[in-house]
């Protein structure tokens, strides 16, 4: 069973129906005790930072997330839910996070290093460059497009927790994990067969993960 973290701020609706259309069993909720009885997780996020943290401190749920990881068990966080697994964001200000992966979230600067200026939000359909393709979270998944919006970037000094990258007028991490704390910063719900292949393979490691417990 995956439990959706509902705390205001999800795209819940289509990432309901996606693991509807896989045929993956889940619950949405906000409530602790629920989740807590769930084999995985998904973070899913829309919105600022800020807000998304004050919300997860206010309620315990940024703690029950950091105690879910240090528990070895399947977190997915989608889009503001991925960078909300980082250390910290500059947006509206510098905002602590959930700190499970290293890393700080910055806003697109708009602007190339030869001068050349680009739209911000990143919002579109973008090709995938594995880092690690013999990931789980990967296994079996194309190097095609997927769709992203986002205004704000991961920025880390470390490659290892690099799993897929994408290029919008620079390197963009698109699949990020460490152990069973994973994320992807485009929708995989909204992201065709590549987006969907990525949720199936994590119904599959929250399947194996409960078969290795019993």
């Not at 703690?63 to 697994?85: E, H, N, S, T, Y």
């Not at 600067?109 to 789980?136: C, I, Q």
């Not at 290892?160 to 994408?166: E, M, P």
Request: proline share 4%; net charge negative.
């Amino acid at each position: 069973m995956i439990g959706i973290v509902d705390y205001g701020m999800g795209n819940l609706h289509s990432v309901s129906k996606a693991l509807e259309r896989l045929g993956l069993d889940y619950i949405l909720s906000d409530s602790i005790e629920e989740l807590a009885e769930v084999d995985g997780l998904i973070l899913p996020g829309v919105g600022a930072f800020p807000d998304a943290m004050n919300i997860l401190n206010e309620t315990g749920l940024a703690a029950f997330l950091q105690d879910w990881a240090f528990a070895k068990r399947p977190l997915l966080g989608i889009c503001l839910g991925m960078q909300l697994l980082f250390e910290e964001s500059e947006e509206h200000g510098n905002t602590k996070g959930i700190c499970l992966l290293p890393g700080r979230v910055e806003r697109f600067s708009g602007k190339t290093e030869s001068g050349e200026t680009y739209k911000v939000p990143h919002m579109g359909w973008n090709r995938l460059t594995f880092k690690d393709a013999d990931h789980p979270l990967l296994d079996g998944v194309d190097e095609g497009h997927v769709y992203f919006v986002h205004s704000y970037v991961v920025n880390t000094d470390d490659e290892s927790v690099l799993l897929a990258t994408s290029d919008y007028y620079k390197e963009v991490p698109a699949v990020v994990g460490r152990g069973y704390v994973m994320g992807a910063q485009f929708h995989p719900e909204k992201s065709s067969t590549v987006g969907m292949s990525i949720l199936k393979n994590f119904g599959k490691l929250v399947e194996e993960e409960v078969a290795g417990r019993e």
